[in-house]
């Protein structure tokens, strides 16, 4: 059976304060750091999954990384594993959207598994290309990884852009979280919305 999967976007960050788009791979804002304490509080209360069930995904960028460190370090501090993936980057070839280099970023996120990071990254090529046929045979790869993987519950931190190729409809906001079931339908694979929430700082 696939597992349940939990889209979750990033908090705040400084490039989304002012539209600042030739910012290098910023960081959280405190209060995108407030807003992942916010969804940390908000989650691991009623969270139903085990160790055993669950894994996180995360996006090689410092906001999504960030994200995690703030918001999922709970799951991890109970022995979930937290991977970083290529596939699930951000789609422009913006500053703002391109990450730094493995072998730094490698070294500031010790708790994190790097080791399936594609080593093409941060390259913005082939799959990562800012192109539409990219993000749907980007999207297309995220979803088949997905279905074939043996946990009950994968949290994957990620961003809007890459979130709206995936699963259409409204643009998630910031530290918003859905979460999905992975439906078969002839060829293809379906992310089915089962519910959505957002944590709140109030």
């Known amino acids: ?13 400084l490039h989304n304060i002012a539209h600042e788009w030739d910012l290098p791979d910023p960081s959280l804002t405190e209060k995108g750091i407030e807003e992942s304490r916010a969804l940390a ?3 691991e209360p009623k969270f139903p999954f085990t160790q055993a069930e669950c894994r996180i995904v995360v996006s090689p960028l410092k906001r999504t990384l ?5 918001g999922l370090q709970w799951l991890q501090d109970r022995g ?8 699930w980057q951000e789609t422009t070839s913006r500053p703002c959207d391109v990450g730094e280099d493995p072998s ?3 070294n500031e996120w010790p708790d994190l598994d790097f080791s399936s990071l594609d080593p093409v990254y941060p390259q913005k090529t082939g799959l990562y290309e800012s192109t539409e046929a990219a993000f749907r045979k980007r999207g297309a790869f995220a979803k088949r990884w997905l279905f074939e993987r043996p946990e009950k519950c994968i949290v994957v931190v990620t961003h809007a852009g890459f979130l709206r190729r995936l699963v259409g409809g409204e643009r998630f906001l910031n530290v918003e979280y859905r979460t999905y079931e992975l439906v078969e ?15 709140s700082l109030e």
Not at 1 to 13: D, F, K, N, V, Y
Not at 66 to 70: E, F, G, I, L, M
Not at 185 to 199: D, F, M, P, T, Y
């Open 1 to 13: 059976m696939a597992p349940i999967i939990i889209l979750i976007r990033h908090g705040e960050a």
């Open 41 to 43: 509080a908000e989650l």
């Open 66 to 70: 960030q994200t995690v460190r703030y």
């Open 80 to 87: 979930v594993p937290a991977e970083v993936r290529a596939e």
């Open 104 to 106: 730094i970023i490698k």
């Open 185 to 199: 339908e002839s060829e293809n694979l379906e992310l089915k919305e089962i519910s959505r929430a957002k944590a």
